[in-house]
């Protein structure tokens, strides 16, 4: 795909971030407002995308399901580079005895896929949007550790890492000053890669009763409440899913554009 | 017996051999000369139909009499690795790195002939053999398991194997220590006087023109700009690009500085070199 | 050597100490309580008395150390006790529904084969083309679908609206298809891509390019030359796959109400059946080990110098 194309792709979903984000509501239905006289209506005039089994607005639910989906799933992201990239690059500057520590716990999580153990962790923690939040994060930190003890382990041996430290200048602020935003770079592709597949692995943990729970306007659970009404109402089911497919996709392409700009070739780095 | 005549390679827009006109005789070594990028590379790869997909090529290069440029697949193949065949210059990657050279080769021979496999194994032996090399041993060997120079004279087994009219040798000792490649040409020689077969030798590097080619022939940027018997190009360059190209000959031996020659030495020994 | 094998053998049983007693904690200490589910399943009106009596005969009154020491003994009898909701011994119960998830997977992984394979090649082959730029385009839309998604529009099609396929159940092949078809063709979103990659990439090395100057067959240079040398990458991606596949089925199983052991388990979740949570977790475990083991074996196998290397190094 060419630059043009990529610019215009990254223009109009950083458009569609702001207006999800800024405008209250768009439309002059109410997510939560029910009315049963309403219920199940296929997409018209009054009502573009139709109503669901409640008479809710279903346009109405997706723009305000943008906020919980896209907001959760970026504050489990920053969550888990919050907790995985200091604990990556502690691990990779001392070295010895903490990353002896650190090292067999992360290739122990890297083993199992995601989708897995978060699956399990949610089954161990109970459903619950808490406890999906626990397990997602808990399996996502870890690739920013095994990201950031990389980068940590690879910079170490440059050379103006050791002429910083010979001349004095103290570890943390080499890490700081000159480790730290060098792996914010790989640790910002992973992240735009990353942030679309935690929004697919959340609409599938909702989708099995694991993750939140009705009545939130959440994609996931809309797809989960939708599925009942499938035949006679596909409209619930194909609106909710076209807009997950959307946001992964423009995630995606975020990430293409981040990864080009720090190619990542770190051994034992991005997937 | 092989006659390129108006030769243009083009990518694109862009002429990456303009032109060329090259004549070939029969049990003649003929050093194709000039630096990188000048287009030798390309010229040999034309011959055998061997350029990447989005270069096109215009012109004629008549084989006996056959245009190998409007050549269908299968007479292609069925010239290839028989009558021309090629060396490389990348050893490390002439034989495909997971299948043992034995099988390189018996495959080479079961494309073209069809023989007992008792008697393939054979060729290739006494081939591998005639390389100098410890034939039994490298016929069940990977290639990682060979030094370069092995690697290149095994190489040369295999390109020989079929007893060609030609044989394109592209930069085939620029890899090599200088033992190595001395070895590599005494092959290439005994080759030539044994089976009067015609060699290209590319080359960017003259110093062993004078000994082993024939005839000379200098290229810069997609053309020939001198062409002419060894001793002549060497001794008396008429174009000021070819008198550049030999002044650059580093000398040998006489004048080279202990702290060089040293380095030289260490080459030879290269640990990586030794098969393991 | 004997030596090394021991020393894997006892940190596979420490990792797996760890991991099913760290998964023990977790179940005990997270509010939620089976019997109550129990209770709910035989329909009786829960008195503070019966519900004692219940915990004590499962032994959940017992401090948790004292609980983890019991099911650990029962496993060493290969005993991983018995279902809260059924009362079946979970072996049973696991060895019954084992095959049908085991169907699913390989179903799934011969879509994803037989939707890749060709798939990548011919993109490779005409890289840039309409074809290449199609099936990346699609690649990336499936990929970017959840994949009860994908196959609620799979049922959709063609079991309600063409009538060509059961859309539940476990009824012979024929249920088996849509199920395979959705989880094959979400995974082969990904391989499409790393195919297509491989193949270019081995089609631009120089042992290619010597063997057709040797005039070998097309055919034959790319089956036994360039296919074998994407091999290792395949292989690993396979493996990898093969791993999640696991988490794959549980959605899809729950999809399609298909009778394997990942329904098996979200069924067990809302019940917080312990033992069956426990059993699923412990096999879980042992086939994502089995599964890296033998992908790392594969690869060896297909590359004799990627053996030799890790031989040098370790």
Not at chain 1, 61 to 79: D, F, H, K, S
Not at chain 1, 130 to 149: E, F, G, N, T
Not at chain 2, 138 to 144: L, Q
Not at chain 3, 9 to 36: H, I, N, W, Y
Request: aromatic letters at 6%; proline letters at 5%; a positive charge.
């Amino acid at each position: 795909m060419n630059t043009t194309m990529r610019n215009a792709g990254m223009l109009i979903a950083a458009a569609a971030a702001v207006a999800l984000f800024s405008i209250p509501s768009p439309t002059p239905w109410n997510p939560y407002e029910i009315s049963m006289g309403e219920r199940l209506l296929p997409p018209g005039t009054e009502h573009w995308l139709g109503t669901d089994h409640l008479g809710r607005d279903l346009l109405a639910r997706i723009i305000a399901g943008a906020r919980p989906t896209i907001g959760i799933g970026l504050a489990v992201l920053l969550v888990s580079i919050a907790i995985g990239v200091p604990l990556g690059l502690l691990s990779g500057m001392k070295g010895g005895r903490t990353d002896s520590i650190f090292k067999p716990i992360i290739d122990g999580f890297m083993t199992f896929p995601d989708y897995l153990s978060a699956i399990i962790l949610s089954a161990l923690l109970g459903p619950g949007l808490m406890s999906m939040l626990i397990a997602v994060i808990a399996v996502k930190w870890v690739r920013y550790a095994r990201l950031a003890r990389s980068v940590a382990l690879a910079e170490k041996e440059k050379d103006y890492a050791a002429m910083a430290l010979l001349s004095g200048l103290s570890p943390v602020r080499l890490v700081l000053k000159h480790i730290l935003p060098h792996a914010m770079g790989h640790v910002a592709a992973l992240a735009a890669a990353d942030l679309g597949k935690i929004i697919l692995l959340m609409a599938s943990l909702s989708y099995l009763g694991l993750g939140s729970q009705p009545p939130a306007p959440e994609w996931g659970s809309m797809l989960s409440e939708g599925r009942a009404y499938f035949h006679a109402a596909p409209h619930l089911m194909l609106a909710p899913g076209l807009a997950v497919m959307a946001a992964v996709l423009l995630a995606g392409f975020a990430g293409n554009r981040l990864r080009d700009r720090y190619d990542v070739k770190l051994k034992g780095g991005a997937e | 017996m092989l006659a390129i005549s108006k030769l243009s390679i083009r990518s694109g827009s862009q002429e990456l051999v303009r032109s060329l006109s090259l004549e070939l005789q029969d049990g003649e070594w003929l050093g194709l000369a000039g630096e990188s990028g000048s287009g030798k590379s390309l010229t040999a790869a034309a011959i055998g139909g061997l350029l990447p997909r989005p270069l096109s090529c215009s012109g004629s290069i008549l084989w006996n009499g056959l245009e190998l440029l409007r050549l269908d697949a299968k007479s292609r193949r069925r010239l290839l690795g028989s009558e021309i065949s090629y060396v490389f210059q990348d050893y490390r990657n002439t034989f495909t790195p997971f299948l043992t050279i034995g099988s390189q080769l018996t495959e080479l021979l079961e494309a073209h002939l069809s023989l007992a496999a008792r008697d393939r194994r054979q060729r290739c032996l006494e081939e591998l053999e005639q390389a100098g090399l410890p034939a039994e041993r490298v016929f069940g060997s990977y290639p990682y398991q060979l030094s370069g120079g092995q690697l290149q004279r095994a190489a040369i087994a295999a390109a020989l194997l079929l007893r060609p009219k030609l044989l394109i040798a592209d930069e085939p000792t620029t890899a090599l220590d200088s033992l190595s490649s001395r070895k590599v040409l005494g092959l290439l020689d005994a080759a030539k006087s044994r089976f009067g077969i015609s060699i290209i030798w590319i080359t960017h590097d003259l110093r062993h023109a004078r000994r082993h080619a024939d005839r000379i022939a200098v290229m810069r940027t997609g053309s020939i700009v001198e062409t002419g018997s060894a001793r002549q190009v060497l001794e008396h360059p008429a174009h000021p690009y070819s008198r550049r190209l030999i002044a650059s000959i580093p000398p040998l031996r006489r004048e080279m500085p202990e702290r060089l020659a040293a380095s030289a030495g260490l080459e030879g020994e290269d640990p990586l070199d030794h098969p393991r | 050597m004997a030596a090394s094998i021991a020393r894997k053998v006892l940190r596979l049983l420490v990792f797996l100490l760890g991991l099913t007693f760290l998964s023990f904690c977790l179940l005990k200490l997270v509010p939620g309580d089976p019997v109550r589910g129990i209770l709910r399943v035989d329909e009786m009106a829960a008195t503070q008395d019966q519900m004692g009596g219940i915990r004590k005969e499962l032994g959940l009154d017992l401090p948790l150390y004292r609980q983890y020491g019991i099911w650990l003994s029962q496993l060493l009898k290969l005993d991983l006790g018995s279902s809260y909701l059924s009362g079946r011994p979970v072996a049973a119960e696991f060895a019954e529904k084992l095959p049908n998830t085991l169907a699913l997977a390989a179903g799934s992984l011969l879509v994803m084969l037989l939707v890749s394979l060709p798939l990548g090649a011919l993109a490779a082959r005409h890289r840039n083309r309409w074809l290449d730029r199609m099936s990346r385009y699609m690649s990336a839309a499936v990929s970017s679908m959840p994949s009860f998604w994908l196959g609620l529009l799979l049922i959709d099609l063609f079991a309600v609206r063409l009538q060509l396929l059961p859309p539940m159940g476990s009824e012979g092949i024929a249920s088996l298809i849509l199920p395979s078809a959705t989880l094959g063709l979400s995974m082969a979103a990904l391989y499409v891509g790393l195919i297509r990659s491989s193949l270019i990439e081995s089609g631009s090395q120089e042992f290619i390019l010597s063997a057709r100057a040797r005039g070998i067959h097309p055919f034959r240079i790319f089956v036994r030359h360039q296919l074998r040398h994407s091999l290792v990458p395949l292989l690993t991606l396979l493996g990898e796959s093969l791993a999640s596949l696991l988490g794959g089925t549980v959605v899809i199983e729950t999809l399609f109400n298909y009778p394997g052991i990942g329904k098996w388990i979200v069924d067990a979740v809302s019940a917080r059946d312990y033992p069956v949570i426990m059993g699923y977790v412990l096999f879980a475990a042992l086939f994502i080990l089995l599964v890296n083991r033998s992908t790392e074996a594969a690869c060896r196998l297909a590359n004799p110098e990627l053996a030799r290397k890790e031989l040098r190094h370790s």
